[in-house]
Structure formats: C-alpha cells, structure tokens
C-alpha cells in the first residue's frame, strides 16, 4: 500500500519536528513548508492525502489556505487537520465551515496527532461505503437532498455545504422526526473512529442552518439531548 503522504505547513521549527517525527514513525510521507504561501503551492503540485495546517502563518494564513483548498475542485477532497494555539477558537469555527475535516489545540500528544490523523484518514478514504441509507434521495418540499451526488438543493439553488455539514444533515433527515445525541450524530454521520469533539457538532449544525437559511428550522435543537431533523413539512 502506498504511504499516505502528509503535508505539514507550520513556521515553529520545533512543533514541526514533533509532528514530523511522530508521523513519520507511523510510516508517512512528510514534507514540511515554513510559510503559507510555500505551503499552498505545495499542496496544489504534490496532492497530499492531508495537510496539517497551522493558523497563524507568514505568507498566507492557515484559514485562507484551508478556504482556497476546499473551494477548488481539484483540492477539495484532501483532507485538512487544523492546528491552532489556545484563544483562536473563533478561527476553528471558521476553518470548520469552510471544510477543515478536523482540529487539533497545541499543545498536544503526540499520541492523540497521530489518532486524530489516522480517524481523519479512515473517515475520507471511507467516502464510498457510507450506510444502508446512503442511496435514497431525500426530498422535502424545494429542498432535495442527493446523497449520490452529495448535493443539497433549494429550488434551482444549490446550498454549498461541506462534506461534513453533508454527511450530517443527510443522517438526521434520513430518519425524520427521531431525535440524536452529538454522540450518535457523531459516530452516526461520520463514523465510528471519528474523534471529532461533542461541541464540534454544535458548529456545524450552526452553519448548516444559516446555509439553509428559510429552511434553517428543519434542523431542529432539542434541548439537553441533541438534534432532530422536522417531521413537518415547512409552511409555503
Ligand atoms: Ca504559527
């Protein structure tokens, strides 16, 4: 089997080498980039399978790199694990919405790295085998969810959800009505070996109802033990 192939861009030598060290132990193909700018060329010539992408970054900022990954055709299924310093929680919810597959807060084990990029790997290379559900186009009044081509419409528009923010809405609305845990929805919509946090959910749901706009109250908040997808059909 091929060696999954990791970028790293990160401008702290020593974080770096912590990362580089750790992975490459695991037997991955590691190059590292200093500054963001390097770090989005390289991704876009080498086609990595991930990148560990830090925040705060000379040239080209780690969100701004994640945005233009993920908005491109051609970049946008690599998957992308952010790591950011304490006190930059508004830019994870950011780079969240904008696709990031997952987070990581310095400082942080070596160990828990490695987990976390072997579930964000497991996760996206297990795109084709979702569940039993994964066929069955959902339709609701305009708005058509298309698990076969993973799109979500409105009417004639399309609603740019991510990948994540898909496979999460696509789960609740297969089984209208019936109310899930974070957890559930978690291991649910994204598999049993993510390692995605409990209030990661809270943020995507946050951004899948402000896509949907109008229809935002399809998702609807069940208070003190998660989410649930409308039984009614929304009032035209
Ligand atoms: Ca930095």
Redesign the pocket.
């Known amino acids: 089997m091929k060696k999954p192939h990791v970028l790293i861009v ?3 030598g020593d974080i770096s080498e912590i990362l580089a060290y750790a992975l490459s132990r695991e037997g991955f193909e590691i190059h590292v980039c200093t500054d963001g700018t390097a770090g989005l060329s390289e991704a876009r010539r080498h086609m990595p399978d991930l990148v560990l992408l ?4 000379p040239g080209l900022d780690g969100t701004e790199i994640c945005r233009r990954l993920k908005s491109d055709d051609a970049t946008k299924a690599m998957a992308v694990i952010m790591v950011s310093a304490k006190g930059e929680e508004s830019d994870i919810v950011l780079g969240l919405g904008l696709g990031a597959d997952d987070y990581i807060v310095k400082p942080f084990s070596p160990k828990e790295l490695v987990a976390r990029v072997k579930a964000v790997l497991r996760r996206v290379s297990g795109e084709g085998e979702m569940t039993h559900d994964s066929g069955k186009k959902i339709v609701l009044g305009d708005l058509v969810i298309d698990p076969s081509r993973h799109r979500v419409t409105v009417g004639d528009a399309e609603v740019p959800l991510t990948a994540t923010e898909f496979r999460i809405l696509h789960f609740l609305a297969a089984k209208p009505g019936r109310v899930f845990s974070r957890d559930q929805i978690l291991t649910g919509a994204l598999g049993p070996h993510s390692m995605a946090l409990d209030r990661s959910i809270d943020v995507h749901i946050r951004s899948i109802r402000s896509k949907l706009g109008e229809h935002r109250s399809l998702v609807e908040t069940v208070r003190g033990v998660g989410y649930r997808f409308t039984e009614q059909l929304p009032a035209t």
């Open positions: 990160e401008d702290e830090d925040l705060m970054l």
